[in-house]
């Protein structure tokens, strides 16, 4: 019997990984560019920390529902398509395997070894080898609902607390820099830590994060400033 060891792939980090990224990213960009649209507008530093706790809160609900909603709709679609397929393979064995043989000959495999493979495949689990070479459905990407809102919704929670920290020990006065300098440094360490897990270039992910997190800001506070002069 033929062993070989373990590989460990950064694929099997995608679920959770994905999760908790895009959460904390929009919890320090949301919450970062709340505070200094409010700011901006002329709020006092009370109701800059009040407002930011308020977004806290209810950015977390909000990606922790969003997250579920969305992975349970992927996999509500996932468990529809193995039953069709497990109602195909009781129907026509004969013809799930002359589907699957011709996926690997696709592949490049000589048809006659593609049959058997096909035939191998199918005795050990034919429900698994079909979700997996037909439906592309593997178990390091599958839908797990709970997991990702949770994921979402802490990491929404850390990053969001970054920018209200950085409000809470800031003046009146140097709030705005303060918050908007340590939020796009979080962003940044964010980026290039998320990049540098998925096996890409640690510059270009924190760029690419402080960029957006800079204009969301810039944009908000444009936004805070013209009401600020309305109101």
């Known amino acids: 019997m033929l062993q070989g060891h373990r590989e460990r792939h950064r694929t099997s ?13 929009d919890g320090i960009v949301s919450i970062s560019s709340l505070i200094v649209g409010v700011a901006a507008a002329n709020g006092s530093h009370g109701n800059v920390l009040i407002a930011g706790a ?16 969305s992975v349970h709709s992927q996999a509500d679609i996932e468990r529809a398509e193995l039953e069709v397929e497990r ?3 009781k129907a026509n064995e004969e013809a799930e395997h002359n589907e699957l043989a011709a996926i690997y000959v ?8 593609a049959r058997q493979v096909a035939v191998q495949l199918m005795a050990h689990d034919a429900l698994d080898a079909h979700a997996r070479d037909e439906l592309g459905i593997v178990e390091a990407f599958s839908a797990r ?13 850390v990053g969001a ?9 800031s003046s009146s006065a140097s709030l705005v820099p303060c918050v908007a300098g340590a939020s796009l440094l979080f962003l940044a360490l964010l980026g290039g830590l998320a990049a540098w897990f998925g096996g890409a270039d640690v510059w270009t992910g924190a760029m690419r994060v402080t960029f957006w997190g800079a204009l969301a800001m810039v944009l908000t506070a444009g936004a805070g400033g013209l009401f600020g002069l309305v109101a």
């Open 13 to 25: 980090r995608i679920g959770w990984l994905r999760a908790a990224v895009l959460g904390a990213n």
């Open 54 to 69: 308020a977004g806290l809160v209810a950015g977390a609900m909000s990606m922790a529902t969003g997250e579920y909603v």
């Open 87 to 89: 109602k195909e393979l």
């Open 106 to 113: 696709r592949r490049g495999l000589d048809p006659e070894l």
């Open 145 to 157: 609902p709970l997991q990702a809102a949770l994921a979402s919704a802490a990491s929404f929670t």
């Open 161 to 169: 607390s970054l920018p209200i920290a950085a409000a809470a020990w």
